[in-house]
Every structure is written in structure tokens, then in C-alpha cells.
């Protein structure tokens, strides 16, 4: 989709990252953890409830998940933010991460 082009771009620059599609959606991982997801052409990144008030704007990925940071369009524009914001969400889910997983490169 043109979402995944333009935050593939973004995280291209300074993060390994693989993907792996997931139920019709598009999971994101650094170092075999899994940080952020593209769901609905929309970029959602795992967080706490204190890493979540840096992010602009937050939703829900889809029904029964728990509340996520969301990259805008104002947020990609902004790619200091944008990289800051990836990088916590990876050291988050690294710190609270008990099982790895090996996805395939898409």
C-alpha cells in the first residue's frame, strides 16, 4: 500500500527492521521483537501508558487491542520525532518482550 511505501522510507534510514504480514495486516520488528504494526494503512506503535503521552494522536489497531501511539502525517513529516518515537517503542517492548520471534524479510 502507499502507507507501508512512505513509513518503510521513514524507518529505512536508521532502523533494521523486518515485516511480517499478520492476520491481513503488517507487523513490524526490530531484532526479532515485534514493535509496531500497520493496520488499516494506518502506522501503530506498542507502548506504556507514559510513552503513549509523547506520541500526537493514539487509537486502537483493531478491536480488542490495547491502546497504541499512531505516526500521522504530521508525525512523518517530523523525522527526528518519528525515529525518536520507533526507538522507544523498540527499547519498550525489548524491556517487557519475553519470546522472540523470527520473521521472514518480506
Known sequence: S???RVYRKSF???LSYTTQKMFGEIGI???EIFFAMI???TLYFQTDHILLLEFPRN???YH????????DADLLENH???????KKSYEYKKRTSRK???PNKM
Do not use: W
Open 80 to 86: 527526528e520525532l518519528f525515529l525518536s518515537l520507533a
Open 100 to 102: 522472540k520471534r523470527s
Open 29 to 31: 520488528y526490530c531484532n
Open 64 to 71: 480488542g487491542a490495547t491502546i497504541a501511539g499512531m505516526a
Open 39 to 41: 493496520c488499516d494503512d
Open 12 to 14: 529505512e534510514s536508521s
Open 2 to 4: 502507499y502507507f507501508y
Open 59 to 61: 487509537g486502537v489497531p
